[in-house]
């Protein structure tokens, strides 16, 4: 399995972005997806996820700004950024926990201008 994750890119204060992670979630009766984030000299963190019964969490930080959703049909997670900030800047990956496997996508990065 392999994830791919995109729609990064530069955006200025206040901006929008939209990423998207290819997941085949619709093959699985149980799945967890997350979104991490890892800064330069910072360690990885998650900042949001959704479950395959559509639980979803927001890391307290984008908690209102960030939305995570899925589209099983599409086999897509997507984590909606909204009123980014510069300290939103950061390599995004997503991960997924499928069938009790994990696997990593690479990054996309996300560079929030002041």
């Known amino acids: 399995v392999q994830l791919q994750a995109f729609g990064g890119g530069l955006v200025q204060t206040g901006g929008s972005l939209r990423l998207s992670c290819a997941v085949p979630?619709?093959?699985?009766?149980?799945?967890?997806v997350s979104w991490y984030r890892q800064a330069p000299g910072k360690q990885r963190e998650l900042v949001a996820r959704?479950?395959?019964?559509?639980?979803?969490h927001h890391a307290a930080a984008v908690k209102g700004r960030f939305t995570v959703s899925q589209d099983a049909a599409a086999n897509t997670v997507y984590l909606q950024m909204d009123n980014l900030k510069p300290e939103d800047t950061a390599v995004y990956y997503c991960?997924?926990?499928?069938?009790?496997?994990?696997?990593w996508g690479q990054g996309t990065q996300v560079t929030v201008s002041s």
């Open positions: 979630i619709s093959s699985y009766y149980a799945y967890v």
């Open positions: 991960n997924a926990d499928l069938g009790g496997t994990q696997y």
């Open positions: 959704v479950t395959s019964t559509d639980d979803k």
